[in-house]
């Protein structure tokens, strides 16, 4: 059980252009998503907190017009990387959590971005 | 705030030798604690979680770790290695009963050796 799901796994793209990455809760129902940048060999950097049906929480020095994201349902979370430049390239996950405070975050498999 | 300090970026280990990942945490209140597996271009796998019940928390393929208060730690386990082991490995800790967002450790690669 708890299955988070992302797509795409891999996207290539030009720069300029806007990029959507999905992240679906399969078998339970995320009140919070939240997602993650990762860069070669480090660890994960939290963006941004997303509850069902509100605005996302921007962590501090992420630009919130750069990564749009939308938790439209209990079961979807999308992040749009909008005008994206070489600089964005890199790993990005998402989490998904339940509706109780102590169960654990369920990740995707992430999505590699490279922007050439 | 919480914080997670992991001791070594690289482990190394022999098959069949015991397996020691170090994790110590700050927290103004009472943490949760977890672990996560990373293999390549993939995302993060729950290996176990510390929720302020049993100190020493089982969790899959082997693995354990012991919550120990009066020493901030809370290392991860596994008596006997095995090549499918290899992978990067995260400590993460949670405020507030788990209603806090995580925050990482920078992470131990475990490299396993015939």
């Known amino acids: 059980g708890a299955v988070v799901s992302q797509h795409p796994s891999w996207v290539i793209c030009k720069s300029g252009t806007s990029v959507k990455i999905e992240c679906r809760s399969l078998?339970?129902?995320?009140?919070?998503m939240f997602w993650y940048r990762q860069f070669p060999k480090q660890s994960l950097m939290l963006m941004a907190t997303?509850?069902?049906?509100?605005?996302?929480?921007?962590e501090q020095g992420v630009e919130k017009d750069k990564f749009l994201i939308n938790h439209a349902s209990l079961t979807l979370s999308t992040l749009t990387v909008t005008s994206a430049h070489p600089e964005d390239s890199s790993f990005y996950i998402c989490?998904?959590?339940?509706?109780?405070?102590?169960?654990?975050?369920?990740f995707g498999d992430g999505t590699r971005l490279s922007i050439l | 705030a919480q914080s997670v300090t992991q001791l070594g970026s690289h482990v190394s280990v022999s098959e069949g030798a015991l397996v020691l990942l170090r994790c110590n945490y700050s927290?103004?209140?009472?943490?949760?604690l977890f672990w996560y597996v990373q293999y390549p271009n993939q995302g993060l796998q729950l290996l176990l979680k510390?929720?302020?019940?049993?100190?020493l928390v089982k969790g899959i393929n082997g693995f354990e770790a012991e919550f120990k208060k009066s020493e901030t730690s809370f290392h991860l386990t596994k008596p006997s290695a095995h090549m499918s082991d290899a992978a990067e490995y995260f400590c993460a800790v949670s405020g507030l009963r788990g209603f806090q967002k995580l925050v990482f450790g920078t992470g131990t690669r475990l490299l396993v050796s015939p």
């Open positions: 078998d339970f129902q995320a009140t919070t």
């Open positions: 927290s103004s209140v009472p943490p949760y």
């Open positions: 510390y929720t302020s019940a049993a100190t």
């Open positions: 989490s998904a959590r339940g509706e109780t405070g102590n169960q654990p975050q369920h």
């Open positions: 997303s509850n069902e049906g509100s605005k996302a929480t921007y």
